[in-house]
């Protein structure tokens, strides 16, 4: 498979899994985006659906699932759970792009929410985003009832943040740190690749680093990039380089981080 090209189908419904995560245990996966097409207004180089194909820009928005839709699908997925089909650690936002795009993202985490509060014990929920929408009050108030927010922010700068994330709309990283200061749940997940055969510059570094200190979040999870990225001369890091990294920031920011050996299976 080339560089840049398909890794990982896209969900073809509004529930998948559930999948065994090494950070959420057993995660019933929630994709409130469409099946068609990835849907993102980041093209990270390593992204495991491949390249963005369809940005906000498109106003692609109209094609992800109906409330009508999301409703039945998590109305059946809760029953089966209350039978004792399905046994689900947590119910996690992710899918095929950036949940927050969903037009209705606000009503349809208020409906999952309260729908799951009927469960006994009520399982656990988890977003995975790239916190770009933060800085609207609707969606910073979902997001905050939600268990976990785990926002991702990789070791760049705001130039170098142009050639990784390669953003699709206007935004700022030390936007996103302080609308993610707001929030009392955020873990940050950072993607950890080298670029020219260096882990980081000491630019992106020392940047990175200040955004952590404003973000201020209750953890750190670093990770390998296990697809090759798609960008020539970007590859994966080692799990040591890694670790030596993790430590390096613990010792520079009183921050708690925890490094994930991810892999394809
Ligand atoms: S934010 Fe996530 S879904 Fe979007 S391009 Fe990056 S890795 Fe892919």
Do not use: H, M, Y
């Given at each position: 498979m080339s560089a840049g090209s398909m890794k990982v189908e896209l969900r073809d419904g509004v529930i998948y899994g559930p999948v065994r995560s090494r950070r959420l245990g057993r995660s019933l996966g929630i994709n409130l985006l469409p099946a068609s097409a990835k849907f993102c207004n980041y093209d990270c180089v390593y992204c495991f659906f491949g390249p963005t194909s369809v940005s906000p820009k498109q106003r692609r928005d109209s094609s992800c699932p109906k409330m009508?839709?999301?409703?039945?699908?998590?109305?059946?997925?809760?029953?089966?759970v209350q039978r004792q089909e399905l046994k689900v650690d947590f119910f996690t936002f992710s899918g095929n792009g950036e949940p927050t795009l969903h037009p209705e993202f606000a009503g349809v985490t208020h409906y999952v929410l309260e729908k799951l509060s009927s469960l006994?014990?009520?399982?656990?929920?988890?977003i995975f985003t790239n916190g770009t929408l933060l800085g609207r009050t609707a969606i910073r108030r979902a997001i905050s009832r939600i268990d976990?927010?785990?926002?991702?922010?990789?070791?760049?700068?705001?130039?170098?943040?142009?050639?990784?994330?390669?953003?699709l709309v206007e935004t700022r990283l030390r936007d996103i740190a302080k609308a993610v200061a707001q929030l009392p749940n955020v873990r940050i997940q950072t993607a950890v690749m080298k670029r020219g055969g260096v882990l980081y510059e000491k630019a992106a570094w020392d940047y990175y680093c200040s955004l952590i200190k404003v973000a201020s979040p209750q953890e750190v999870q670093l990770y390998n990039v296990v697809y090759p990225p798609a960008e020539e001369g970007v590859e994966a890091a080692t799990i040591d380089e890694i670790k030596m990294l993790a430590k390096r920031l613990r010792g520079r920011l009183r921050v708690s981080v925890k490094v994930f050996h991810l892999t394809e299976s």
């Open positions: 009508g839709d999301i409703r039945a699908a998590v109305d059946s997925v809760v029953q089966r006994s014990p009520a399982p656990q929920t988890a976990q927010a785990i926002v991702k922010i990789d070791i760049v700068d705001e130039v170098s943040f142009r050639t990784v994330n390669r953003p």
